[in-house]
């Protein structure tokens, strides 16, 4: 069964700083790889995902991440975080077929954004 | 127009009540879901319905009864309610059950089981 860790349960970075939030899994193929954000009092949304191809995927609202099949990592990153970046960030990782039962979901990352 | 709609936004009710939730998305997507949040943050997938039929069924009591009258709404049921029960439950839908399929969520309730 598949696993992921996000190590950071609280991330805080100044307004326009970069920021970069660790995501690692355990799969024993190349699996698909999502980043969900969820803001306060809302459901998630799916910032980004990676099924094959291209490592560096580009998701919504500036962000991106990069596959590292070495480090079993799927790292968000962001060159310039806003305030309303300030959210709860969760990874996913799900094998490369079947449904969404088979979706695990990290604990999440909380990023507070301070001026 | 939101897309994944679920009501009521908070529910507080005590121990051994009956409850239901009721979620509908105007997506036309064919597959919905319930997930289950608890106070950790963990994000849990409950049931699953594609085109009105029972597809994921995850160990869930059988205290959980999911209905589907239409492909457009899914509700959830809850009997005689226990404080484990207490989380944040979302609605989700997608449009079909492939796991590439992009998830929308609705935005939650909050239910408290005192």
Known sequence: ?115 | DTAVSQTPKYLVTQMGNDKSIKCEQNLGHDTMYWYKQDSKKFLKIMFSYNNKELIINETVPNRFSPKSPDKAHLNLHINSLELGDSAVYFCASSPGTAVNEKLFFGSGTQLSVL
């Open chain 1, 1 to 115: 069964a598949q696993s992921v860790t996000q190590p950071d349960i609280h991330i805080t970075v100044s307004e326009g700083a970069s920021l970069e939030l660790r995501c690692n899994y355990s799969y024993g193929a190349t699996p698909y790889l999502f980043w969900y954000v969820q803001s306060p009092g809302q459901g998630l949304q799916l910032l980004l995902k990676y099924f094959s191809g291209d490592t560096l995927v580009q998701g919504i609202k500036g962000f991106e991440a990069e596959f590292k099949r070495s480090q079993s990592s799927f790292n968000l990153r962001k060159p310039s975080v806003h305030w309303s970046d300030a959210a709860e960030y969760f990874c996913a990782v799900a094998p490369n077929s079947g449904g969404y039962q088979k979706v695990t979901f990290g604990i999440g990352t909380k990023l507070q954004v301070i001026p």
